[in-house]
């Protein structure tokens, strides 16, 4: 079975341009996260999709972000335009259920340099 | 608000030592307790998680505790491989949340 995919690994862009990120979960799993890791810092929660609908959004920075998850399948998260601090790397994960019942499951990341 | 404290890196240590990584929460309720691996060029890992005070969770070795009255959930190993070097996050889901709060890392190289 496939994990979490991420897409690209890696992307470096200048500031002011457009960059988005995809991400595919589990097959079947209606949980959709999506985290962030600045440099040095914690891993940071951005977002929860359950299907298609944002559950939680608490943890976007600005509205230089967009998120979607087009049917409740894929997601992507675009930036634009980039800022230097949002340099770092971006985690996706999925799970079926709740937390403390179920385990999500992580992507690779993928790692942002605005320059 | 909740957050989690781990101890600073890198832990540099020689093959077959013991392994202690400190990590305490702030937290209101009763949160779930987790430790997450990342290996060099691969995603987060769940290693082990405790759900309620004083479950011991463990997996490949690791083992911690959830400890209320210290708010603590340390990591501890009895004796350390090569293939332990990775990067270990400590986190907590609030209760009844589904989002995950991490530590900052604590990075672990094992020496042969």
């Known amino acids: 079975e496939a994990g979490v995919t991420q897409f690209p690994s890696h992307s470096v862009i200048e500031k002011g341009q457009t960059v988005t990120l995809r991400c595919d979960p589990i097959?079947?799993?209606?949980?959709l996260y999506w985290y962030r890791r600045v440099m040095g810092k914690e891993i940071k929660f951005l977002l929860h999709?359950?299907?298609?609908?944002?559950?939680?959004e608490s943890g976007m920075p600005n509205n230089r972000f967009l998120a979607e998850r087009t049917g409740g399948t894929y997601s992507t998260l675009k930036v634009q335009p980039a800022e230097l601090e949002d340099s770092g790397v971006y985690f996706c994960?999925?799970?079926?259920?709740?937390?403390?019942?179920?385990?999500?499951?992580f992507g690779q990341g993928t790692r942002l340099t605005v320059v | 608000g909740d957050s989690v404290t781990q101890m600073e890196g890198p832990v540099t240590l020689s093959e077959e030592a013991f392994l202690t990584i400190n990590c305490t929460y702030t937290a209101t309720g009763y949160p779930s307790l987790f430790w997450y691996v990342q290996y060099p060029g691969e995603g987060l890992q769940l290693l082990l998680k405790?759900?309620?005070?004083?479950d011991k969770g463990s997996n490949k070795g690791f083992e911690a505790t959830y400890r209320k009255e210290t708010t603590s959930f340390h990591l501890e190993k009895g004796s350390v491989q090569v293939s332990d070097s990775a990067v270990y996050f400590c986190a907590l889901s609030p209760y009844r949340d589904d989002k995950i709060i991490f530590g900052k890392g604590t990075r672990l190289h094992i020496l042969p």
């Open positions: 097959s079947g799993h209606d949980n």
């Open positions: 999709f359950v299907k298609e609908s944002k559950q939680d």
């Open positions: 405790a759900t309620k005070a004083d």
């Open positions: 994960a999925s799970s079926q259920g709740f937390r403390a019942d179920t385990e999500a499951f």
